[in-house]
Every structure is written in C-alpha cells, then in structure tokens.
C-alpha cells in the first residue's frame, strides 16, 4: 500500500478545501463529483499504480521537465476535458505524491507545455 500525499502547496489547498466543503455540505455538484472521482482514484492508486481502469504511464515531456519520472492517471475516461491527475513517487519509498490536476490536453502538439505541476515538497 501507497500513502497518498499531496503536493505543497497547490494541491494540498485544493484537497483541503473540497474536505471542508464535503464535510460542511456547501459543496456544488461539480465539487461533490470531483472529490467523488480523487477519492476513488486515490484508493485504486494506494493500492496498486498500475490498476488497469486508471490507465497509468508515464508523461517523457514532463519527467524531463522536472528531473523525474512524473506519472498521469485518469480520474474518468471518454469525457471531453476528463481530469487527469499527475504524480510522482516519493519522497518515502511508500509514498505517492499528487502534484497536480488538470483536465486532458486536447491538443496533440506540445500537449504538456502547458501544464504547471505543484511542488513535491
């Protein structure tokens, strides 16, 4: 099993804040889908990275953009904009760190470019 953490600080604020919004019931349909779909992702992800339903691989524009291996997941398929979820491992060797969500890129050239990933620590 993998610890899921999130990446400071972006991601770590985005987690808290649907929390609390779950938590507080204020959060809007979008919101209540979105926290639906990370917490499926984030328990098919801490138990096995290479679950087939997430499709998991690695992103080569990103890891060579940011010196290591960074991986994409699906939160959903066959959806225009399906959010994908970007991750590394570590920093324990039992850890998985969330440093990013984005929705698919549509376009095919330089897709990656535009993609700003938090910070691991």
């Not at 990013?100 to 330089?110: A, S, T």
């Amino acid at each position: 099993m993998y610890n899921i953490r999130m990446g400071i600080p972006e991601m770590q604020e985005l987690w808290s804040n649907l929390e609390n919004k779950i938590k507080e019931q204020s959060a809007n349909k979008n919101e209540q889908k979105l926290f639906k779909l990370l917490v499926r992702c984030f328990y098919k992800l801490s138990n096995d990275p290479r679950y087939p339903g997430l499709c998991t691989h690695d992103i080569e524009a990103l890891s060579k953009r940011y010196g290591q291996k960074v991986w994409e997941s699906y939160l959903e398929n066959h959806k225009p904009g399906a959010g994908r979820i970007f991750w590394v491992y570590g920093p324990d060797q039992s850890d998985i760190t969330i440093i990013g969500l984005e929705p698919h890129p549509n376009d095919k050239k330089d897709a990656y470019q535009k993609i700003t990933l938090s910070a691991k620590a």
